[in-house]
């Protein structure tokens, strides 16, 4: 059947090739245009913008203005950088622009490409959103590419962390907006928390481009952001309850390494009781006894933290704080922090200051936050894996643009050791063999242990290397574009999303950022040209070697990451190499490899130092990983789905706020929210058909005194002869009525519409913030009816279906009685605009529960104070140094030799 589709494949093509063709008439129109527009003045180049944008406003479509601005793009970006589009990237932009994935390999020019469907689509004026998975690359990028897009008329925006409304705000005014996942989502949720629209940043949701799609979309998606706010403090119940796990025996208890959970056993309750209560925690009831929810939950994670959780491995004690090493890239996640309690378990375990916990103010999950754009694009240079998944959640399809030039570099077959000693000295003795030729190696680890490990194993052999620690994005750039310099040896963890290419011999720019800063002139030109011919000689010499030779030192779960890695070396047809080595005790072959494996090899007699090499390991491990890809898009897809029911409800509760902002006048809607009250007491104290004496009297006037805050003669009006329950609600709403226009009177009616839209506002926000935690506790709860043989999603939509109604019955009945009670004192009171409460940033795993921002990290505390002293002994307050600059903790050295030193 292969060598059929195969064949089949050659006589009509493939179809990637199918979909390839149809850009092509488009690639040779641009193509005829170039001389014509090569012909034109600069400024006659610049006022192609203002024509574009005129024949839009006559009806034009963008798809007619392609090739025309296209070839002004690419002539602009000749121009203004030196760099012209090639034919590949032109079919790039045009994947981009028609809403789709554009997968083009590492070196290929993405960030090029960008600018080509960013200036097309920014032309109607709604904005272009370009998202960058970390600051340093937003920044650089609106930088770089911003020259570009300035030259031809055009507004471009950042938005960075720390930046105050107002930056923001004027950033996403900007024709095309540069900005991180992160940063884009949290704008969004804290702009549904103003009370006033020109109090929002943002201004919609017209067309993105995503950088590095799958990392965003695949890897971070099932991963929600989170705004809270702080709780009480409970961290005396962490330490006392994290004093009972470590006596515990190994039978008390199961660990499932593949979903991280743990669990009690029959006995290790019982056991946990006893310690419980010899600690004076449990004091009535069993351990899980309803009034003991909290101690089981506190019990759980303080078992996770001891026995799934290993010090640097998932996480590492650093001044004071647990901070968490991210299982994807290897990096310090300085800042970030576990949700529902596990991080304080942690801090209780390493007897750290325990930081409190926080209440869910806002959230959304990255699936449900790019779902809103009109229009969403990606490229990266793996996402063929994931496209099943890229398509069934996105609606997105992947495209393969192929190459400038053909791929040279040679994939060579796995090497499978018995022991990640024997494996980690093969490669010593490889690096070795590759110093000797001049051959620059680049090694990807999974983590910084294992990174730490092998750093260990090449001192020993006194073999000079770089360690990547992924502590700074700016100094991890600086490293990587140097990493392709002959004999260089660089380990790092995996390389998704740094953004900087690796160039055989050298980068320019960054050379002359460190070397050639504060130099003008005929100094500067001097300096550019001694770099640029030490960078030929050194990348001839690499070439010679055979290019960028890439290891790595296990296979990742997703094939994705692996293939991330390998496409580092070759870029532009440029020679290269790679190969992985693998051992018996990698996670991948432990968790998901066969146990029989090790005997099978000694079996085989498989030697002290010996590997096993052959295609059909690959393929056997490449099916391994298929099949966790598999799960791991079940598990995204199932929490999608139950997102979908919070999604559907955010949308209304935010749409509705919207709609309040833009009103000047709320009155109507809340005399319609206060009849609706008065109906439904009505209803519930007196049932239709039902005779007088069957009336609840009592029950009446106590929800009218509660809700309405009035004193009425209802004892009289319900003993009136022949009185319905129609007069009686028709009175109530007369006598509600008449007690707020008294109020109106009394201070006016501009005061009054503010006050009711405020407390409108306000009280909206109190009972979504409460919802939000129901509906987390409801989560957690239906999962166990899956063992009553109930399907937990259907239990989940029905009953948040049921609270979402009581959350707008409570929220017509809270602001009808705030309303109704409010009182006011002679003097008219000054409304000014509410400030919102104080938040913080989480971006929480639902299955780890790891939370990768909080009080100090990458978007970490937004309410924190805008003016911090400078001190130097905290670099944290030192702000932006340049390389060159004398560092400011006094030592006299240069800050690129200090405190700014690459490790």
């Known amino acids: 059947m292969a060598s059929l589709g195969a064949l089949a494949r050659r006589i009509f093509g493939s179809a990637n090739d199918r979909k390839l063709k149809a850009f092509q008439a488009n690639v040779a129109a641009i193509n005829d245009l170039e001389e014509a527009t090569q012909a034109l003045s600069d400024l006659a180049l610049q006022e192609k913008t203002v024509e574009f944008r005129e024949r839009l406003g006559q009806g034009e479509a963008l798809d007619d203005l392609l090739p025309e601005a296209f070839a002004v793009i690419r002539e602009a970006a000749r121009r203004v950088l030196g760099q012209r589009h090639y034919d590949v990237q032109l079919i790039g932009g045009m994947v981009l622009h028609s809403g789709r994935i554009s997968e083009m390999k590492t070196g290929e020019g993405k960030t090029l490409v960008s600018t080509l469907a960013a200036y097309l689509n920014a032309l109607p004026g709604k904005g272009v959103h370009i998202v960058t998975v970390n600051d340093y690359l937003a920044k650089r990028d609106a930088a770089w590419m911003g020259q570009i897009y300035e030259f031809l008329g055009l507004k471009v925006g950042c938005v960075l962390h720390g930046m105050n409304d107002d930056e923001r705000r004027a950033a996403y005014a900007a024709d095309i907006t540069y900005g991180t996942n992160n940063e884009l989502g949290f704008d969004y949720l804290r702009d549904n928390m103003k009370y006033q629209l020109k109090a929002m940043v943002q201004r919609g949701h017209h067309f993105a481009i995503v950088d590095e799609v799958d990392s965003i979309l695949i890897d971070e998606a099932r991963t929600p952001l989170i705004i809270s706010g702080p709780l009480e403090d409970k961290s005396e119940l962490y330490t006392a309850v994290d004093k009972v796990i470590p006596d515990l025996p190994e039978e008390a208890y199961e660990l499932d390494e593949k979903a991280r959970t743990a669990s009690f056993t029959d006995e290790g309750t019982e056991m946990m009781e006893e310690l419980l209560q010899k600690a004076e925690l449990l004091t009535e009831g069993g351990l899980y006894d309803i009034e003991n929810v909290s101690l089981v939950h506190h019990a759980n994670n303080a078992l996770r933290a001891h026995k799934l959780f290993q010090k640097d491995r998932d996480y590492i004690v650093k001044s004071g704080k647990v901070i968490i090493i991210d299982e994807f890239t290897g990096r310090m996640m300085e800042g970030r922090r576990y949700s529902d309690g596990l991080h304080q378990a942690l801090e209780a375990k390493e007897a750290v200051p325990i930081q409190p916990e926080n209440q869910t103010l806002a959230s959304i999950t990255f699936q449900n936050y790019f779902r809103l754009y009109d229009k969403l694009a990606g ?57 000797e030729r001049g051959q ?11 990174s730490e490990t092998l750093s260990e194993f090449l001192k020993k052999k006194r073999i000079k290397h770089n360690v990547l620690n992924a502590r700074y994005h700016e100094q991890e750039a600086l490293i990587i574009a140097q990493a392709g310099v002959p004999s260089g040896v ?22 002359l950022e460190d070397e050639a800063e504060g130099l003008e002139g005929e100094a500067f030109e001097k300096k550019k040209a001694e770099i640029l011919a030490d960078i030929e000689v050194k990348r001839q010499q690499a070439l010679e070697a055979g290019g960028l030779y890439v290891i790595g030192t296990e296979r990742h779960e997703s094939r994705r990451i692996d293939n991330q890695l390998r496409g580092r070396s070759g870029r532009q047809g440029d020679p290269g190499r790679s190969k992985f080595y693998l051992s018996l005790e990698d996670d991948l072959m432990r968790i998901f ?22 295609p059909w390991i690959n393929k056997a491990l490449e099916k391994a990983q298929a099949k966790v890809e598999a799960r791991n898009f079940d598990i995204r897809k199932n929490l999608l789905k139950f997102d979908d029911v919070m999604n559907d409800q955010r949308k209304v509760i935010f749409e509705q706020r919207i709609e309040l902002m833009r009103m000047d006048d709320v009155s109507e809607t809340v005399t319609d929210m206060r009849h609706d009250v008065v109906d439904n007491i009505v209803r519930e104290r007196i049932p239709e058909k039902a005779y007088a004496e069957q009336w609840d009297v009592d029950g009446l006037e106590e929800d009218v005194t509660r809700l309405l805050g009035l004193e009425l003669p209802l004892r009289d009006w319900t003993s009136e002869e022949g009185i319905a329950d129609e007069e009686i609600r028709e009175r109530l709403y007369h006598a509600a009525d008449a007690h707020m226009a008294q109020k109106v009177t009394q201070v006016g009616p501009e005061i009054m519409r503010q006050v009711e839209k405020s407390v409108l506002l306000q009280l909206i926000d109190t009972r979504w913030r409460e919802h939000l935690q129901m ?8 999962g166990l009816r899956g063992y009553g043989q109930r399907d937990p999603l259907n239990e989940y939509r029905t009953e948040a279906f049921a609270l979402f109604e009581s959350l707008l019955t409570r929220l017509r009945e809270d602001v009808t009685e705030q309303l109704m009670k409010v009182q006011f004192v002679s003097e008219p009171p000054r409304l000014e605009e509410e400030q919102l409460p104080e938040m913080h940033a989480h971006h929480v795993d639902p299955l780890t529960g790891r939370d990768e921002l909080a009080d100090d990290g990458d978007t970490a505390t937004l309410a924190r104070p805008k003016d911090v002293a400078f001190d130097a002994k905290d670099p944290r307050t030192w702000g932006k140094i340049s390389r060159n600059a004398p560092c400011p903790c006094g030592s006299g050295k240069k800050y690129k030799h200090c405190h700014g030193a690459v490790n």
Do not use: W
């Not at 998944?389 to 996105?394: L, Q, S």
């Not at 190459?403 to 050791?417: F, L, M, Q, S």
């Not at 620059?440 to 294992?450: A, D, F, M, N, Q």
């Not at 380990?491 to 900087?500: F, V």
């Open 379 to 435: 490229m990266t240079g793996t996402a063929l894996t994931e496209a099943e998944e890229f398509m069934d959640i996105y609606g997105l399809e992947v495209v393969e643009v192929p190459t400038n030039r053909p791929i040279a570099r040679k994939d060579e077959d796995d090497e499978v050791y018995r022991s990640a000693r024997e494996k980690f000295e093969a490669i010593v003795e490889e690096i070795e063999d590759c110093m």
């Open 440 to 450: 620059p190696v680049l090694v990807g680890t999974t983590s910084i242990e294992k």
């Open 490 to 511: 660089t380990i790092a963890t995996n390389m998704a999303g740094r953004g900087t290419d690796i160039q055989l011999g050298g980068n320019l720019e960054m050379r």
């Open 593 to 614: 490899g066969t146990d029989r494996m090790d005997g099978m090899l000694q079996k085989l007699g498989l030697q002290e130092g010996e590997a096993i090499v052959h």
């Open 775 to 782: 509906l987390d506790h409801l989560r957690q709860a239906v």
